[in-house]
């Protein structure tokens, strides 16, 4: 008479089997953070608050290492809410609470230099685009010049680029093709740096700015959900 083994529920080998990852996650999750707080240091190590520069390096070193303190944050909440018995929250699930909530303030706190920052290279981006703007109509109002024309093709002549037997009229036509192509180089290059500009104003907004608004948010229901 064979004696069957007593069965083990299901649910008891799958909790059995995530608690043995519990340590790993928690373990992982604490190096990501740790991270964080190293990018942080060799920041906050070359202390100058006074200058704008160093504030700008700072939030934008807080906004872009936080995604990775959030990916370890949520290891640690899920290893913690493994070996949860329900009766109690861990020291872990407190951890989680007041570093989500520490981040939170801290990325809060560093809106305005955020906006400012955004601010600042609007401003700087303008200031290019003006001075090159400006040497874009002054080369253009040159070109119109006779003198200009004249001198050009002087120089051209001095240097052998001009034939012997070419007329004035030839000599004209190339000159004025010379400068033509001079500035619609100039208005390409123009029209190149404003995309850049653009590009990198609105890579800034949405990754800082947005960005830290949207860390903000993710932190936030980190750490009400490890206390609740």
């Known amino acids: 008479m064979s004696v069957k083994s007593p069965s083990v529920p299901v649910y008891l080998v799958a909790l059995s089997s995530s608690s043995r990852f519990s340590p790993l996650l928690r373990w992982i999750g604490i190096t990501l953070v740790v991270l964080l707080l190293l990018q942080m240091l060799s920041v906050l190590g070359l202390w100058d608050w006074s200058s704008e520069a160093f504030r700008q390096l700072v939030v934008e070193r807080l906004i872009q290492q936080s995604p990775m303190a959030l990916v370890g944050l949520l ?16 020291p872990a699930l407190w951890a989680v609470c007041l570093l989500s909530g520490l981040l939170a303030v801290l990325l809060t706190a560093s809106l305005p230099i955020a906006f400012g920052g955004d601010k600042l290279l609007q401003e700087q981006s303008d200031q290019q685009l003006a001075a090159k703007r ?3 109509e002054m080369a253009r109002q040159q070109s119109k010049d006779p003198a200009v024309l004249q001198q050009l093709i002087k120089q051209a002549e001095s240097a052998g680029q001009v034939p012997a037997n070419a007329t004035e009229a030839q000599k004209t036509q190339a000159a004025r093709s010379f400068i033509d192509r001079q500035l619609q180089q100039m208005e390409d290059q123009f029209k190149q740096t404003e995309q850049s500009s653009k590009v990198a104003l ?22 009400l959900g490890s206390v609740l």
């Open 202 to 223: 609105s890579q800034r907004r949405l990754g800082n700015s947005g960005g830290a608004v949207v860390l903000i948010v993710a932190f936030t229901l980190l750490c």
């Open 75 to 90: 290891l640690m909440y899920l290893s913690s809410r493994l070996d949860d018995d329900g009766e109690q929250r861990s």
């Open 134 to 136: 400006g040497q874009l």
